[in-house]
């Protein structure tokens, strides 16, 4: 095959790529978006990029997920500078995401076409590198990752230590000088994940580099093959270890997995990397949010087939051994295993997640790339000349249906609503799911469906704090402020370490009034989270209200069309006009600072509540959604808007 030829089919395929998830790109923030992304204020300024590299705080507003990820934050930053929004859209996140995917697909054709050299240099590896390139992009498991915004954390690692590998692969200049572990120590400033560049390379050498008949020889021999390997590895495995150290020692004291009690976390992960398989081979039973839970004894019959699961993989690793055709496909399975190892030694708070395959399918795709090439390609060539028609046939079916399968997975992950309704129903027993399924159903105002689902959730995990906190919220907005403070407080009294909750129950309190106690809960959660939005809003709102004169004296604002005026300002005087009761003057001074700042979210919110006070229900729906659209993630915005839509259907 020609160069020029090899290229044009990569770019037909990175077409058809892009085409398949043309309807991803609008898709909203999901999940840890929240407090990474959209409320991370971190991101805003592109001055801050220094900072990300010496304090694992940039990385989240929870303190509980302040992990050392510098690489990813940067990323992030500029995404938002290259927007030119004034708080995060998905658009230009989900655009670099996608990027960095048709980046790392082009990648893994050379990953893929060098491993099938080594069993056979035949000139069909190259067509059986192009279709597992396109098998690999239009993988409808792989669209978990690239849908999920902060799942880059996955995508940009793995396209860091693919190029690590391909760079060890086609440069001797980069194998003598460790050049190819420049990418990899990139890797580990995206995700931790990427130490397992040393161990994968290890069995590379043992398969590949080492003479054929070492592997089969007798005991002693095996060994010294062993000893070698590992000789060969003793410098990167210090470069690499030295760099993850390091990393450690630069996450947050306060970051926490979150997980189980690790024996029975680490039983559970052979049916976990069943399950993984399985979606491998038919990706029909993904969800954003699973109901897996820990087994509860040895004897559980997950535990006796997950074994069996990894006793069979092995008896194929095994057999793979023997011939150098079918030595790929023992070190895919090494790939796949030792990819997963770091998610199942140490317990997370879920016991699996469908996102984590990103890094482990690749390996698989190497095993089934020398498989189909083995099978297909017999040393006669007489059976692909017998089944050529059928075959290209049937690979081009197969591709398809992937095709569909990721443009519906990008469907399901277009909106909070889709998402995590299809999460309540494939894991019912999942009490987060059916909790952000509430959480998109009262931002539509359907209060009493989403009190339901945190009944729900609250019947399934009684300790989940975050269940009372949107019961709390819901009973705000539905008239109930005393039942409200109830559930804020027994949220709280379950976890203390929650800012986004001290945000909403101090946001009910400063429609209260409650100015004093609002501003204690503002200090307490910005304590927690110095840099989270809501937060930051309330107590600005706190201190001008405290600077606001009494409803007898009402403010000397000047009127919103004074010169020289700033957005802020106009917004101030606006707020003034709101707490004074004059809610014409709100809305008209508001006005005036959206002439200024066209996708001021805030201004939208002060001109929904006051149309709400106004009783012009229609124009508060209108400037919510308006307003939704600069910031989904606006919680003092969904709250108007939700009260609004409530009080128009009463």
């Given at each position: 095959m020609k160069r020029s030829t090899e290229v044009f089919i990569l770019l037909i395929i990175c077409s058809i790529t892009l085409a398949v998830y043309a309807n991803h790109f609008h898709n909203a923030f999901h999940f840890d978006d929240s407090h990474t992304i959209s409320n991370n204020l971190s991101i805003r300024e592109i001055k801050n990029i220094p900072v990300f590299f010496t304090d694992a705080s940039a990385m989240s507003t929870l303190p509980a997920n302040q992990s050392?990820?510098?690489?990813?934050?940067?990323?992030?930053?500029?995404?938002?500078?290259?927007?030119?929004?004034?708080?995060?859209?998905?658009?230009?996140?989900?655009?670099?995401?996608?990027?960095?995917?048709?980046?790392?697909?082009?990648?893994?054709?050379?990953?893929?076409?060098?491993?099938?050299?080594?069993?056979?240099?035949?000139?069909?590896?190259?067509?059986?590198?192009?279709?597992?390139?396109?098998?690999?992009?239009?993988?409808?498991?792989?669209?978990?990752?690239?849908?999920?915004?902060?799942?880059?954390?996955?995508?940009?690692?793995?396209?860091?230590?693919?190029?690590?590998?391909?760079?060890?692969?086609?440069?001797?200049?980069?194998?003598?000088?460790?050049?190819?572990?420049?990418?990899?120590?990139?890797?580990?400033?995206?995700?931790?994940?990427?130490?397992?560049?040393?161990?994968?390379?290890?069995?590379?050498?043992?398969?590949?580099?080492?003479?054929?008949?070492?592997?089969?020889?007798?005991?002693?021999?095996?060994?010294?093959?062993?000893?070698?390997?590992?000789?060969?590895?003793?410098?990167?495995?210090?470069?690499?270890?030295?760099?993850?150290?390091?990393?450690?020692?630069?996450?947050?004291?306060?970051?926490?997995?979150?997980?189980?009690?690790?024996?029975?976390?680490?039983?559970?992960?052979?049916?976990?990397?069943?399950?993984?398989?399985?979606?491998?081979?038919?990706?029909?039973?993904?969800?954003?949010?699973?109901?897996?839970?820990?087994?509860?004894?040895?004897?559980?019959?997950?535990?006796?087939?997950?074994?069996?699961?990894?006793?069979?993989?092995?008896?194929?690793?095994?057999?793979?051994?023997?011939?150098?055709?079918?030595?790929?496909?023992?070190?895919?399975?090494?790939?796949?295993?030792?990819?997963?190892?770091?998610?199942?030694?140490?317990?997370?708070?879920?016991?699996?997640?469908?996102?984590?395959?990103?890094?482990?399918?690749?390996?698989?795709?190497?095993?089934?790339?020398?498989?189909?090439?083995?099978f297909l390609f017999t040393p006669d060539d007489a059976r692909f000349a017998r089944l050529k028609w059928p075959v290209i046939a049937a690979g081009v079916l197969f591709l398809t249906a992937h095709a569909f399968a990721t443009r519906q997975r990008n469907a399901i992950w277009s909106t909070e609503k889709l998402l995590w309704k299809e999460a309540t129903v494939k894991a019912p027993g999942n009490g987060r799911a059916w909790m952000n399924y509430g959480v998109a159903l009262m931002a539509e105002g359907n209060f009493a469906e989403a009190e339901r689902c945190f009944i729900k959730t609250t019947e399934l995990w009684p300790t989940y704090s975050y269940a009372y906190t949107n019961l709390g919220v819901s009973k705000q907005y539905t008239g109930n402020p005393v039942v409200a403070e109830e559930y804020f407080k027994k949220s709280l009294a379950l976890n203390a370490a929650a800012p986004v909750t001290y945000s909403l129950y101090g946001n009910m309190l400063l429609k209260q009034g409650r100015l004093d106690e609002a501003a204690i809960l503002a200090d307490k959660g910005l304590q927690l989270s110095p840099s989270l939005e809501p937060l930051l809003q309330l107590r600005s709102a706190i201190r001008e209200k405290k600077q606001q004169p009494t409803p007898t004296q009402p403010a000397a604002a000047k009127p919103a069309s004074t010169p020289g005026a700033d957005a802020a300002g106009l917004l101030n005087q606006s707020l003034a006009y709101y707490n004074t009761g004059d809610f014409n003057k709100c809305i008209e001074t508001a006005e005036a600072a959206l002439k200024i700042k066209p996708d001021y979210d805030l201004a939208y919110n002060n001109i929904c509540a006051a149309w709400n006070r106004l009783q012009q229900y229609d124009k508060a729906i209108a400037a919510g959604e308006k307003g939704l659209v600069y910031n989904p993630d606006n919680q003092l915005l969904k709250g108007n808007l939700a009260e609004a839509r409530r009080l128009k259907g009463r």
């Open positions: 050392y990820r510098p690489l990813l934050v940067t990323t992030l930053a500029v995404d938002f500078y290259l927007s030119g929004q004034t708080s995060p859209t998905p658009f230009m996140f989900h655009v670099s995401s996608f990027l960095f995917f048709l980046l790392l697909g082009v990648l893994c054709y050379y990953l893929f076409r060098y491993l099938l050299q080594q069993g056979s240099e035949v000139t069909e590896n190259r067509y059986i590198a192009l279709f597992t390139t396109a098998w690999f992009l239009l993988h409808a498991a792989n669209a978990e990752t690239v849908n999920y915004i902060i799942a880059r954390s996955d995508l940009l690692s793995v396209l860091l230590m693919v190029a690590g590998f391909v760079i060890y692969f086609y440069s001797a200049f980069s194998r003598r000088y460790y050049l190819y572990l420049l990418p990899v120590l990139a890797g580990l400033l995206t995700k931790e994940h990427t130490i397992m560049f040393v161990p994968i390379l290890f069995f590379y050498h043992l398969l590949f580099q080492q003479p054929q008949e070492s592997l089969s020889g007798n005991r002693s021999q095996f060994i010294k093959t062993i000893f070698s390997s590992v000789k060969v590895m003793v410098v990167p495995f210090v470069i690499t270890m030295a760099m993850f150290l390091f990393v450690r020692s630069m996450t947050a004291k306060t970051w926490t997995p979150g997980g189980y009690d690790r024996w029975h976390y680490i039983l559970t992960q052979p049916a976990v990397l069943f399950h993984y398989f399985y979606n491998f081979l038919l990706p029909a039973n993904l969800v954003a949010d699973t109901d897996w839970t820990v087994v509860s004894s040895i004897t559980d019959d997950r535990v006796f087939a997950g074994l069996l699961f990894i006793a069979a993989l092995v008896a194929v690793f095994v057999w793979a051994l023997r011939q150098q055709r079918t030595r790929a496909v023992a070190f895919g399975i090494a790939w796949f295993l030792l990819s997963l190892a770091p998610t199942s030694l140490m317990p997370f708070a879920e016991v699996l997640n469908d996102h984590r395959t990103f890094f482990a399918y690749i390996g698989l795709f190497i095993a089934a790339a020398t498989l189909l090439r083995n």
